[in-house]
């Protein structure tokens, strides 16, 4: 079945460095790709998605590439900021069959910014 | 444009009584979504539904937990009876065609 795979946390960091953290998977045909961020005390919420090979998507200062050959989404960011203290999940959805709208996620990576 | 919206955001009871978790999904939306969150087993999905039609309850731990939802507008999760290892956060996200899920903020149950 379709699985996502995250880099394992928790990553620490200071302010102004730069960020990636990595996302792998394995599924049937051309799923969509996305990452969900996830603040203290709150629910997920989109922070940017992809849905063909090669595409880009961004938001925030975050970046991450539909990388078919490699079946890879990292997420990239070139200066972090304390407020972007938060867990990253990755996550797939194949729109097709009887799973289509089922995100399947990544585990989570925990994101701790120092001032 | 309101998001998702879930009640109550907490909710703290004794083992033994039922619990009843409620979500509004955005206007349009035609797929809605019940997970649970702990640190144990993070982010796992317990049903999901279709215009209003249960897809998936592979999820649904036991026969305790039972979801509904009888219109566009409104689902409920319920456990009964509620037990001590039931204490998690439960989210509820509405998506329309394009897969994207929008979340609530969660409910926070405690069960004594």
Redesign the interface.
């Known amino acids: 079945g379709d699985s996502v795979t995250q880099m394992e946390g928790p990553v620490t960091l200071s302010e102004e460095a730069f960020l990636t953290i990595n996302c792998t998977y394995t599924a049937t045909g051309y799923p969509?790709l996305?990452w969900y961020v996830q603040y203290p005390?709150?629910?997920?919420?989109?922070l940017l998605?992809a849905t063909k090979a090669d595409d880009k998507g961004s938001n925030k200062g975050f970046e991450a590439t539909y990388r078919k050959e490699t079946t890879s989404f990292h997420l990239e960011k070139g200066s972090v900021q304390v407020s972007d203290s938060a867990v990253y999940?990755c996550a797939l959805?194949y729109?097709g069959g009887?799973?289509?709208?089922?995100?399947t996620?990544g585990?989570?990576t925990i994101l701790t910014v120092h001032p | 444009d309101a998001g998702?919206i879930q009640s109550p955001r907490h909710e703290v009871t004794e083992m033994g009584q039922e619990v009843t978790l409620r979500c509004k999904p955005i206007s349009g939306h035609n797929?809605l979504?019940w997970y649970r969150q702990t640190m144990m087993r993070?982010?796992e999905?317990l049903i999901?539904f279709?215009n209003n039609v249960p897809?998936?309850d592979s999820g649904m731990p036991e026969d305790r937990f039972s979801a509904k939802m009888p219109n566009a507008s409104f689902s409920t999760l319920k456990i009964q009876p509620s037990e001590p290892r039931d204490s998690a956060v439960y989210?509820c996200?509405s998506?329309f065609q394009d897969?994207?899920?929008?979340?609530?903020?969660?409910t926070r149950l405690s069960i004594l």
Not at chain 1, 98 to 103: A, D, M, R, V
Not at chain 2, 99 to 106: E, K, P, R
Request: hydrophobic share 40%.
């Open positions: 969509s996305f005390g709150e629910g997920l919420q989109l998605k999940f959805i729109a009887t799973s289509y709208g089922k995100l996620f585990q989570g | 998702v797929s979504f993070g982010l999905l999901y279709n897809i998936d989210f996200a998506s897969g994207t899920q929008h979340f609530g903020d969660g």
